[in-house]
């Protein structure tokens, strides 16, 4: 069974600039997670997708960040435009149905903003 | 508001001795616990959770935690520790009352094992 795949695993933008960061969840997990890790502080949850409907973005810091699971199975989050802040690790996670089930992540995207 | 403290940044031990990593949480329910691992540039690789029932759960590479109630604590050990689980080490947890699936993590643990 192949995992969370994210690409690309490294991104080196200027502020000012668009990113498109993009997940490929465990086939057959309905839920999909985006988190983000910055500066080596705790892990925060961005949102959360059920097939293709957000069912919790509360994370999101800004309407700078777009998260889109169009058809249920790929997402992206798109950065526009990025600022210095918004340098860190996006990780993307999923998770079959069920409240107790783990999710699994991926490498994650490590992104630095000049 | 559910939270996590791993009041540890790393931790040293030597090669066989056993380990201890500790996690307390908050939450205003009834948690669900999870360790993660995280190993130089990958993601987290989940280790174990607690869900309900035995307070004693056992996970992948010989890793085991106690979940205790009354201390709210979920703190991760291993009887005798390998050089190969130097990692980053995360604790999470969420209120299973809790609208929604989000897990809230701790700052993380930098384990350290000496040969």
């Known amino acids: 069974e192949a995992g969370v795949t994210q690409f690309p695993s490294h991104s080196v933008i200027e502020k000012g600039q668009t990113v498109t960061l993009r997940c490929d969840p465990i086939?057959?997990?309905?839920?999909l997670y985006w988190y983000r890790r910055v500066m080596g502080k705790e892990i925060k949850f961005l949102l959360h997708?059920?097939?293709?409907?957000?069912?919790?973005e509360s994370g999101m810091p800004n309407n700078r960040f777009l998260a889109e699971r169009t058809g249920g199975t790929y997402s992206t989050l798109k950065v526009q435009p990025a600022e210095l802040e918004d340098s860190g690790v996006y990780f993307c996670?999923?998770?079959?149905?069920?409240?107790?089930?783990?999710?699994?992540f991926g490498d994650g995207t490590r992104l630095s903003i000049l | 508001a559910q939270s996590v403290a791993q009041p540890e940044d790393q931790v040293n031990v030597a090669e066989g001795n056993p380990l201890t990593v500790k996690c307390t949480y908050s939450v205003s329910g009834n948690p669900y616990l999870f360790w993660y691992v995280q190993y130089p540039n990958r993601g987290l690789q989940f280790l174990l959770k607690?869900?309900?029932?035995?307070?004693l759960v056992k996970g992948s590479y010989g890793f085991e935690a106690e979940f205790n109630k009354s201390q709210t604590s979920f703190h991760l050990k291993k009887p005798s520790a390998l050089v190969s689980d130097s990692a980053l080490y995360f604790c999470?947890?969420?209120?299973?009352?809790?609208?929604?699936?989000?897990?809230?993590f701790g700052g993380g643990t930098r384990l350290m094992v000496k040969p």
């Open positions: 607690y869900i309900t029932g035995d307070n």
């Open positions: 997708f059920v097939k293709e409907s957000k069912q919790d």
């Open positions: 999470a947890v969420r209120d299973r009352y809790l609208a929604g699936n989000m897990l809230t």
């Open positions: 996670a999923s998770s079959p149905r069920g409240l107790n089930q783990p999710q699994h």
């Open positions: 086939s057959g997990h309905d839920n």
